[in-house]
């Protein structure tokens, strides 16, 4: 299954393939025959890798967070939020390579309550000062238990955020939202009171991996 995020790119890059591969026959010369029909094809498999988006099993209980995106944790750490849950806090980062689905889905059910764009700079996505600094989406959802903050962060390949919700809308725990598209990073951050569930380079799945759990039932 490829994501609806990709059609566009997929379809100029489908074009694009179709009209060197064409090109590629008129050339004199073998090896620059070969090297454009290799070439193309290479583009056109590694764009289908890219833009795949299978289905996944999201946690029945509502007491988590789930990772928004594929990848490896980066690190695990206690900060300081002063934008949403405001107040000291656990944050979760995950780097999402080239080769990683990059459909991003909802972490936790509830309303958005917090939605800002910013555009930034490129710095590579595992630069702690990329949060910062970086073009990116930042999101804040009022849950049944409380605030979780997260961001969709564009890397130095990635320059292209997309996402589908809006401030008010209410949400739904591993369901679709966005991509960042070709390399990027995603930032989860919650109040002191979750429990943490990942450790630094550990593999994560977008609506399934569990980053936080809340203690204890409401």
């Not at 290479?42 to 764009?47: A, D, E, G, N, Y």
């Amino acid at each position: 299954m490829l994501t609806k995020y990709g059609y566009a790119t997929l379809g100029i890059i489908s074009i694009t393939v179709f009209i060197l591969i064409s090109l590629s026959f008129f050339a004199g010369n073998n090896f620059i025959k070969i090297f454009l029909i290799t070439v193309s094809l290479l583009v056109l498999i590694f764009s289908l890798n890219f833009f795949r988006d299978p289905e996944r099993t999201t946690p029945v209980k509502d007491n988590v967070v789930v990772s928004p995106a594929d990848g490896t944790v980066l690190f695990v750490k206690d900060v300081f939020d002063d934008k949403y849950v405001k107040g000291k806090a656990l944050q979760v980062s995950i780097f999402m390579s080239p080769l990683n689905v990059h459909v991003n889905r909802i972490p936790i059910s509830g309303k958005v309550e917090y939605l800002k764009y910013f555009k930034g700079k490129y710095f590579a996505a595992f630069e702690d000062k990329a949060s910062e600094e970086n073009e990116r989406a930042e999101f804040g959802i009022m849950s049944r238990y409380g605030k979780v903050f997260f961001t969709q962060v564009a890397g130095f390949i990635a320059r292209r955020i997309v996402y589908e919700i809006s401030e008010g809308d209410s949400v739904t725990i591993g369901k679709r939202f966005g991509m960042i598209k070709f390399g990027s990073r995603v930032d989860v951050v919650v109040p002191v009171n979750w429990l943490v569930k990942v450790k630094k380079d550990d593999k994560v799945k977008a609506g399934e991996t569990i980053l936080f759990e809340y203690p204890a039932e409401l």
